[in-house]
């Protein structure tokens, strides 16, 4: 990361500015929270991300892209005592590096979150009944100490440049870190949760 943003920001300044475009995007995510030494069933979920970014033409088809995205991850959680979902805000910056054939497009690169907000919603089992039958019990909380302040990913993508500068993409957004905060005291079978996102997404680039 530390010599990426030195040859991205060289790049910037390479560009001539007829040859730099800004643009808005906005879309949908399926997000899920998945790793290792799970105690539960992980769900994708529905959410949304906007955001901004500049494009600045390197050389012939290269040119590099980097975002400021606001984006809603996490997933839902499913067993026997719990069933919630996990809502985790992040702003993320992504710095991709895009190649054009034609009207379509490759792209793929790094990414940096910051977490806003973390929250849990939905029921937890708060006991039994004479007979045997669980007892439910709504859940919402903030989950600030849950989770990790910074998430690294690697983004792969693609799309289609229409005309009048719109553009529609697909990306896909795969951790690399283990994001889980809470952590028992030997340590061994803690969860390892690394977000996992399917980015679908319109973007309108300013002449």
Excluded at 19 to 47: C, E, I, M, Y
Excluded at 98 to 127: S, T
Excluded at 147 to 175: E, I, N, P, Q
Aim: charged share 20%.
């Amino acid at each position: 990361m530390k010599r990426l943003v030195p040859l991205v920001l060289c790049g910037l300044l390479a560009a001539p500015a007829a040859q730099a475009q800004f643009g808005v995007k906005a879309g949908v995510n399926a997000a899920v929270l998945d790793g290792q030494n799970l105690s539960t069933s992980t769900k994708f979920r529905t959410t949304h991300h906007v955001g901004v970014f500049y494009e600045a033409k390197l050389f012939g088809p290269l040119s590099v892209q980097p975002e400021l995205q606001y984006s809603l991850q996490g997933g839902s959680f499913k067993s026997e005592a719990a069933d919630f979902a996990t809502k985790l805000h992040y702003l993320n910056a992504p710095v991709l590096a895009k190649v054009r054939l034609a009207r379509a497009y490759v792209e793929a690169g790094p990414q940096l979150g910051l977490l806003l907000k973390a929250r849990e919603e939905g029921r937890l089992m708060v006991g039994e009944t004479n007979d045997g039958t669980a007892v439910y019990g709504s859940d919402d909380r903030g989950a600030w100490n849950r989770y990790k302040k910074a998430d690294l990913s690697l983004c792969v993508g693609a799309g289609v440049k229409l005309l009048a500068g719109l553009s529609v993409g697909a990306r896909f957004v795969a951790g690399l870190s283990d994001v889980n905060e809470a952590r028992h005291i030997s340590g061994v079978n803690d969860e390892r949760l690394r977000n996992r996102v399917f980015q679908g997404f319109v973007a309108y680039q300013l002449p």
